[in-house]
């Protein structure tokens, strides 16, 4: 079974000039490799395509595969996720992870809290913010926590980002505007205990991978889950596996949101606590990265038993299985 791979390439983009932040959520060169290697050891033929340009190039040479693993995450647009699918779509070629509607609706986080919402999931009140006008139309309860409404990788959020008045919304606001275009997302800010939940499977058969608490063990930080810390994990954030009560309701959200989504074959879902001791849902990611020593889902998998080939296998698994191929 030959397996094309599609991802984006943080080198490449780096030579274009393109910033540290801009490429934040494209893959290192060794992800990549770890990838390769263990799809071959087990036992597949892989093929590396690249990022969606290159993926057109070969698609009009004629190219097929069996199936793609896509992990790519695009450069430009909301819609920028779902590019792959929808062309992978179009030539009837299986591939990994979420659909088309599943990857453009879950990259605008307002859009899926109203959906979440919607479904009585609960998660903190929130407005949209398009233009700086917008600001004096919220009407939420003080502080507030700002980040861009389409990005990921904690990607423009800092700790400016959680605000205690009219003032600092506006001035947050004027600055990231002019970095994110399309829009920013606001909501009330919960104080409580933080989470990230990993899931396999899709939709009704998805089945959780694990779960790990996001700790601040540097005063700094601010208690924010920032692209910063992300990237500055070994010094700034503990993730630990947390007492079973706490787990069961986190998990329980993580599913019920999985299940209402859609999503496919692995993925994360990110969890805060209210000033209540209610799990809220905050947002999903279903391109989780893979990077397998840095990225959050193989790192949550390993402390509940999984290593990084039983990890891509049971993507492969779930993949296989909803388009029929034994």
Known sequence: MTIGLTYDLRSDYLKEGYSEEETAEFDRDSTIEAIDLTLQ??????????????????????????????????????????????????????????????????????????????????????????????????????????????????????????????????????????????????????????????????????????????????????????????SNYHDRIEYKVPEKEIADKCIDLALRTWRVLGCKDGGRIDIRVDRNGIPNFIEVNPLAGLDNIHSDLPILAYKHGYDFQRLIHEIMVSARKRYGLQ
Request: glycine fraction near 10%; proline fraction near 6%.
């Open 41 to 230: 050891q087990l036992g597949y033929k892989t093929d590396r395509i690249g990022h969606v340009r290159h993926l057109i190039q070969r698609l009009s040479k004629g190219d097929r595969w069996d199936m793609v693993f896509n992990i790519c995450e695009g450069l430009n647009g909301v819609g920028r996720e779902a590019q792959v699918p929808a062309l992978l779509d179009i030539f009837n070629i299986p591939y990994t992870f979420s659909d088309t509607l599943v990857l453009s609706l879950t990259l605008h986080k307002g859009m899926t809290k109203r959906v979440v919402r919607d479904f009585g999931i609960p998660t903190p009140d929130f407005a949209i913010i398009e233009r700086i006008e917008d600001c004096s139309s919220v009407s939420l309860t003080y502080p507030l926590f700002v980040k861009p409404n389409a990005e990921g990788t904690g990607k423009g959020i800092s700790a400016m980002s959680k605000v205690a008045s009219p003032e600092e919304l506006t001035s947050i606001c004027q600055d990231l505007l002019s970095k994110y275009p399309s829009g920013l997302l606001v909501e009330e800010y919960l104080p409580g205990r933080e989470f990230t939940v990993g899931v396999l499977g899709s939709g009704p058969e998805g089945y959780p991978a694990g779960i790990m608490e996001i700790l601040y063990v540097k005063a700094d930080t601010n208690n924010i889950y920032s692209y910063h810390s992300k």
